[in-house]
């Protein structure tokens, strides 16, 4: 069974920049579909960004595009997510999450890390 770890979070300034890393144990994560998603306090949990197994493959949600980058090292087994300009509405806990290809849901989660951005 694969375990994620997330780390990486932290506050910064509006404008600032900060690396998310998601970290697979007991099974090599190259096999699976990763995404990060984040959850700000009273709301729901929302899509961030998504990359297929080989890495060439990527997908973000509107409100990150152009400033954020996801990236995978299947050699280290993790997953990054690299952000740039950040803005205080992207403050949230931010979780890495992982499907087979095929499956209809990630249901492999990550405990989140907390990305503070202040004005």
């Known amino acids: 069974q694969v375990q994620l770890v997330e780390s990486g979070g932290g506050s910064v300034q509006a404008g600032g920049s900060l690396r998310l890393s998601c970290a697979a144990s007991?099974?090599?994560?190259?096999?699976?579909?990763v995404a990060w998603f984040r959850q700000s306090p009273g709301k729901e949990r929302e899509f961030v960004a998504v990359?297929?197994?080989?890495?060439?493959?990527?997908g973000y949600a509107d409100s990150v595009r152009g400033r954020f980058t996801i990236s995978r090292d299947n050699a280290e087994n993790t997953v990054f997510l690299q952000m740039n300009s950040l803005k205080p509405e992207d403050t949230a806990v931010y979780y890495c999450?992982?499907?087979?290809?095929?499956?209809?849901?990630?249901?492999?989660w990550g405990q989140g890390t907390q990305v503070t951005v202040s004005s």
């Open positions: 007991g099974r090599t994560l190259s096999t699976y579909v």
């Open positions: 999450g992982a499907r087979t290809v095929g499956a209809a849901e990630y249901d492999l």
């Open positions: 990359v297929r197994r080989s890495g060439g493959s990527t």
